[in-house]
C-alpha cells in the first residue's frame, strides 16, 4: 500500500521553513525519506525506526510517530539546495530482502 | 567510498528488442533492489534479492526478469520491449540503515 505524501507541491523562499507528511494506511516498521533532483537518482536523507524517534540532519529532521503510521520531515531556513522532489519510503517489516514503498513525492522549490 | 554502480546510463532500443541493465551493489550490502521511474513518477519497485535468491517481487511484468550472481551484482534483462517501458531504472542496495541508490539507467524505447 502506497503511503500518501502532502503537500503535493510547495513554494518557498529562501530561508522560509517547511514540513512534509508521509501517512500510511499499514503499521510500519520504517520510515525513510529521500530527496531527488530532476534526472538523477535518489539521495537518502534519514531513515527512522519505530519508536516514535526523532531525527536531525543539520536544518533537516524527521520525525515518526508509531503509532498514527505517520512520519513528517521539517525543513528549517530553507536554502536554494533544498529544492528538489522529496519522498518518503516505507517499510512494513524488518525482514531481509524486503521492500521500499514510495510515496507519491512532493515538489519543493526554494526560490531567491 | 563506494557507491552503487549501474551501466550502461543510457540506453535506446527499439519496440520488441531486449535490453541488460546490470547494477553493481555497495560491498557487504546483501541486498539488491530495482526500481522504475517513469517521468514524474514515483519510483516503483520491481524485485529484490538477498543473498542471491529472490526475496520479494513488485510490479515486474512477466516479460522482466532479474537474477543476483555470485559476485553480488544484479542484472535485470528486459524483452519485448514497449515504448511504455521508457523510464529511469534504478538499482540500489542497502545494510539495515538504508539504502542506496545508483545513477540509474535512462531506458529509452523507439
Known amino acids: 500500500q502506497q503511503p500518501v505524501q502532502s503537500p503535493q507541491a510547495v513554494i518557498l523562499r529562501e530561508g522560509e521553513d517547511a514540513v512534509i507528511n508521509c501517512s500510511s494506511s499499514?503499521?510500519?516498521?520504517?520510515v525513510h525519506w529521500y530527496r531527488q533532483k530532476h534526472g538523477e537518482a535518489p539521495v537518502f536523507l534519514m531513515i527512522?525506526?519505530?519508536?516514535?524517534e526523532q531525527k536531525g540532519h543539520e536544518k533537516i529532521s524527521a520525525s515518526f510517530n508509531e503509532k498514527k503510521q505517520q512520519s513528517s520531515l521539517y525543513l528549517t531556513a530553507s536554502q536554494l539546495s533544498y529544492s528538489g522532489t522529496y519522498f518518503c519510503?516505507?517499510?512494513?517489516?524488518?525482514?531481509?530482502?524486503?521492500?521500499?514503498?514510495f510515496g507519491q513525492g512532493t515538489e519543493l522549490s526554494v526560490k531567491p | 567510498a563506494a557507491g552503487v554502480i549501474q551501466s550502461p546510463r543510457h540506453l535506446i532500443k527499439e519496440k520488441r528488442e531486449t535490453a541488460t541493465l546490470k547494477c553493481y551493489p555497495i560491498?557487504?550490502?546483501?541486498?539488491v533492489y530495482w526500481y522504475q521511474q517513469g517521468p514524474g513518477q514515483d519510483p516503483q519497485f520491481l524485485i529484490s534479492?538477498?543473498?542471491?535468491?529472490?526475496?520479494d517481487k513488485g510490479s515486474i511484468p512477466d516479460r522482466f526478469s532479474a537474477q543476483q550472481f555470485s559476485d553480488y551484482h544484479s542484472e535485470l534483462n528486459m524483452s519485448s520491449l514497449e515504448l511504455g517501458d521508457s523510464a529511469l531504472y534504478f538499482c540500489?542496495?542497502?545494510?539495515?540503515?538504508?539504502?542506496?541508490f545508483g545513477s540509474g539507467t535512462r531506458l529509452t524505447v523507439v
Open positions: 527512522l525506526l519505530k519508536g516514535g
Open positions: 540500489a542496495s542497502s545494510t539495515f540503515y538504508g539504502y542506496t
Open positions: 560491498p557487504r550490502h546483501d541486498t
Open positions: 499499514k503499521a510500519l516498521y520504517s
Open positions: 519510503g516505507t517499510e512494513i517489516s524488518n525482514n531481509q530482502g524486503g521492500k521500499l514503498i
Open positions: 534479492f538477498y543473498e542471491k535468491m529472490q526475496s
